[in-house]
Each structure stands twice: as structure tokens, then as C-alpha cells.
């Protein structure tokens, strides 16, 4: 079918492999690309080899189109038919992907990226709800359904996690010197 591709910032380097084997099964792929600025916009040669169309966002306006990455994604939705959205990069922008298609009821892949430990489902680092359950994303994904992702809790938790990462450091630093 017709498939959206959203990636934000590094979430496009692991979109790419899925663009490519999407369009080598025959579906129209139409990909958008969003960055804070031109520089961070990333394979987009790549994904124009694979893609029907590429649409790219920046923040700034410094490349493509000035706007959201989601801005980008609902002008495909009202133009056309999308049967699938798969969306990769930071927690809120796959969030804002996600809360986009749901209302045209477009089933939604998102994959999470969260502080993983032991990476064998044993340490719980990477937990996250979705669908009222708790997952671990190094086993049970990396990839879920974005609209069943409680979103706001991992963004929550990644942000402990740097605050304690920032701790750390500092402690670090200060021992340091
Ligand atoms: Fe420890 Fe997933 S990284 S449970």
C-alpha cells in the first residue's frame, strides 16, 4: 500500500533499511525527513533511490519546508490513502507522529530507544507501558504501536536518567579536580 515514512534527526539511519525493503516489496513510499536545520537533515540521497517522494522539514526553514515533521506528515494524509506510518526519532516527535495518524486511524510503528542495561529483559532500565502493560523494550521491541505507547511516562523516565547521567558527571568532574 501506501506507507509514510517520518524519520527525525539519527532515527533516520535505521529508517532507511526499512524504506529500502518497503519499496523492494512494492509499496509507494513516501518518506519525510525532519531536522532542527539543513546540516542535520541526513540520507536523503539514500532515501531518494528508494522513495516516491521525499518531503523535507527543517525547523529553521534552512532546508525543504519550514515546520514539524508532522506538518509534513498530515499533508500526505490528506492528499491521499496512507494504509501504514512507521515513525523513528526522538520520543516526542514519534509521540506527535503518532497522536497525527491516530484520529485517521492509520496503524502506526514507532520504535523506542530508551537507556537500555543488560539488553536480556533482566535489569528493567528499558521498561515502558504500552497498552496498559509493562514492556521491556530490549526484548518485547524495539518496535510497538505508536498509539498504545505511553509516551509521556518514557520521556519522563529518559529524563531521570539524564538528570542522574548529569550527577555523575559532575561528581566526576569535581573528584577530578
Ligand atoms: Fe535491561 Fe531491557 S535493558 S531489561
Known amino acids: 500500500g501506501t506507507v509514510v515514512c517520518a524519520g ?31 546540516e542535520l537533515i ?8 528508494s ?31 496512507v494504509n501504514k506510518c512507521f515513525a523513528i526519532g526522538p520520543a516526542i516527535m514519534m509521540k506527535f507522529v503518532s497522536k497525527t495518524t491516530e484520529p485517521y486511524g492509520i496503524p502506526t510503528t514507532v520504535s523506542m530507544s530508551p537507556i537500555m542495561v543488560d539488553g536480556t529483559g533482566m535489569c528493567g532500565g528499558c521498561r515502558l507501558t504500552v497498552d496498559g502493560k509493562m514492556k521491556f523494550t530490549c526484548v518485547d521491541g524495539p518496535e510497538f504501536d505508536g498509539h498504545l505507547v505511553d509516551f509521556d511516562e518514557a520521556i519522563a523516565r529518559s529524563k531521570i536518567y539524564e538528570a542522574q547521567e548529569q550527577k555523575m558527571f559532575e561528581r566526576r568532574h569535581h573528584y577530578c579536580n
Open 42 to 49: 541526513i540520507l536523503e540521497k539514500e532515501m531518494r533511490e
Open 51 to 81: 522513495s516516491d517522494e521525499v518531503i523535507i522539514m527543517t525547523d529553521d526553514g534552512s532546508y525543504g519546508r519550514k515546520g514539524l515533521v508532522t506538518e509534513g506528515v498530515e499533508e500526505v494524509i490528506k492528499r491521499e490513502t
Open 8 to 38: 527525525g534527526g539519527v532515527g533516520v539511519a535505521p529508517m532507511l533499511p526499512i524504506v529500502q525493503a518497503l519499496k523492494a516489496a512494492g509499496n509507494r513510499v513516501i518518506t519525510v525527513l525532519a531536522g532542527r536545520t539543513k
